[in-house]
């Protein structure tokens, strides 16, 4: 017995002690430390393949039938019929205060909106008095009086007053501070010195005053998505300048509960609170130290009762079908709908997702959760793991190695399973795989050189991990692979047809996609004559842009030339069809030129290479503008700043704040190439120049009496001096104390 004790001890010190077997530790201990290695790369790796492996669980558990309780929860949605019946959105707030009236009367307790209403909508009275301001004295106060009672805000203000309303707010330190932002409901305990771990915020995007004041509570509506871009976790409460502030859903379950306020459970140690959960009545919500819960999806999208708000308005709803729930109010119209990537779908209602976190909160033994002491065992799992298989597979055959790593990557994932599924404990898997994979290839790799210490053997065990069409493509590349976005100098192009909605109802199904393919067809060729690039097509849209992927010094001038040629192209076109006797097609095109983002973006599921940045937003907004302008083509101010000197003839159409941009742009219409230019061309753009600085002058005169030889011009729309005109009128009924020239545009 002694003697067999020995020989045991004798082998174990062998292997404890070769250099094999320390390799293994050290394979460990560098798998444990990716958890600390502070490169922003790497964590990202892990948290992408983490969270695809919590993704794959938690569809893998989906109940097949969905839970119930008691709580009827359901999302009032402003969809596409609602705006067919309604009218378009955004809808008067007396509307809105309908809407809640209606939701009222049905039964509902709660209702919560995941829209925030951060500016004063406008009060018919007002304009009038503002556009008529030759009213005489006792008109205008008769007029007067009749303000409050159509004052959409003080409509649904009243209303407020009277329902159990939680409204919507949002946190963003890229805006500006807008609208009111109410004293928090929750109870934070924090000594001035302490630091947290809960996100901070100093700006914020509020609802307008009257409202939020009138209304029972308030929530942000911010989502949290990880650095692949999904949403798997809630934050409860962030920091807004050292107060915490609740989540929508959560702000709803106080209201629901009858609760005045909620309590933010902490500790402290080493000069820092760390955040265990929220307390409000009997319900106490554990969360990670930001404040953050896992979501407990109730299933794919629409696992909730999804009710037109429509059908709210008209009473179309049986009788007692809405006592006694809860209402999420939100949108999935075409252009609206707040579509997140999370673990159950990529284009999952924004909406649902606070509906999932208010039903945990209410019943939190449903709730998922990543216990205080993760990384402990998390470290006792990787180290046993490893330590174990080390000493397992030091000097074992390829097929015995293989048999220890298959048990690991079992018991692994059985374990991770087994805590989910019954103790709705999450723990990190991506690792513990990690590790025996990292393992079984180091002593597999040497198994076979020891037994056949041939070159071949080791490419053939690679080939089995790795696809050989990947590592071709890594060795062509090298370091020359380039998988993040860029920033570039670039320019931007949108088209879209005018009134296409309209045009398409002349068509029968097949017409419309033969209009569309002939359409498409000519613009994508001309897009791609002159360097361009297809960003995409939406519906009747066409998105192009310059300077990427091939660099092009002269992107400006392309997308304008492209943009010049397009227009040609559709009256050529317009041509074809009437001979068809299908209707003339016109086209509307914004140009927006200066630094960008560009690269493979999306999710882990798809990829698009695709621009992004202000600067496109602008390109929409103003081919938005092009119909109001009466004009073809708008290009902004650095596009022509950018375009090759004198090759373009240009006039300067306005000088405008666009909604969601406080800086003004100047915008320009492009007349026609130098070369076909003449002497009438080049008078005219002097007058029209003369008639501009002297309108931005304010020398309101001389601007109409050009502006009016203008009209009756033929080289270019008159729709233009119109506007131009009608304004004067009003500027010189009511001049303004202080004039800069710009127009601010209140619309998208």
Known sequence: MKSLLHNILISTCNKLFTARFLIGVCITCFVISLQFINISQVQEVIQRIEGILYDFRLNTNLPTQKRQFD???????????SMKEQGRYPWSRSKIAELVEKLHQAGVIVIAFDIFFAEPERNPVNEILNKNPQLNKQLSTQVTALSESVDADTIFSKTLENSEVV????FDNKAENTGYIPPSSIIWTKNKNESSEISVFKNALGNIEKLQTSALGAGFINAVPE???????????????????????????????????????TKSNNNISWLQGVKFGKNI???????????????????????????????????????????????????????????????????????????????PEI???????????????????????????????????????????????????????????????????????????????????????????????FNQYVPPAYIEKLIKAGKNLQLKSEKRNMSVLFADIRSFTELSENFTPEELTEFMQIYLTEVTSIIFEHQGTIDKYVGDMVMAFWNAPLDDD???????????????????????????????????????????NVGDMGSSYRKAYTVLGDEVNLGSRIESLTKYYGVDILITEKTLEQMSPNYILCRQVDKIRVKGKAQAVTVYQPIAFKEDSNKEIEDYLLLHKKGINAYT?????????IFNQLKHNELCSKELYDIYLDRLALLKNSPPTSWNGIFVHQSK
């Open 367 to 461: 709730l998922p959760f990543e216990p205080d002491s993760t990384l402990a065992i998390s470290l006792l799992l990787l180290l046993s793991t490893g330590l174990i298989l080390s000493f397992l597979m030091t000097e074992q055959t390829p097929t015995k190695i293989l048999i220890f790593s298959t048990l690991f990557f079992c018991i692994h994932i059985v374990i991770n399973w087994y805590l989910w599924n019954k103790l709705k404990i999450s723990l990190p898997l991506f690792q513990n795989l990690l590790l025996t994979l990292l393992l079984t290839l180091y002593y597999a790799g040497i198994g076979f050189i020891m037994e056949s210490q041939k070159r071949k053997s080791i490419i053939g065990m």
């Open 71 to 81: 709580e009827h929860i359901v999302i009032i949605d402003i969809d596409e019929k």
């Open 227 to 265: 650095s692949d871009g999904f949403i798997r976790k809630a934050s409860l409460v962030l920091n807004y300048n050292g107060t915490l502030y609740p989540s929508l859903a959560l702000e709803a379950a106080r209201v629901y509960t009858l609760n005045d306020s909620i309590q933010a459970v």
């Open 167 to 170: 409204l919507g707010f949002l």
């Open 554 to 596: 002269d992107h400006a001038t392309h997308a304008v030339v492209t943009a010049l040629k397009m227009i040609q192209a559709t009256h050529k076109l317009s041509r074809i069809f009437n001979e068809r006797n299908w209707p003339s097609v016109n086209i509307g095109v914004g140009i927006s030129s200066g630094d960008m």
């Open 697 to 705: 002058l304010g020398e309101w005169d001389e601007a109409i009496t």
């Open 285 to 363: 919500i554990p969360t990670n130290e930001k404040g953050q819960i896992l979501i407990p999806f109730k299933g794919k999208k629409h696992s909730f009762e999804y009710i037109s708000a429509t059908d709210v308005l008209n009473q179309k709803l049986p009788k007692g079908h809405l006592e006694g729930s809860i209402a999420f109010v939100g949108t999935s119209a075409v252009g609206l709908s707040d579509l997140r990537a999370t673990s159950v779908g990529v284009q999952y209602p924004g909406v649902e997702v606070h509906a999932n976190v208010f039903e945990s909160l209410i019943h």
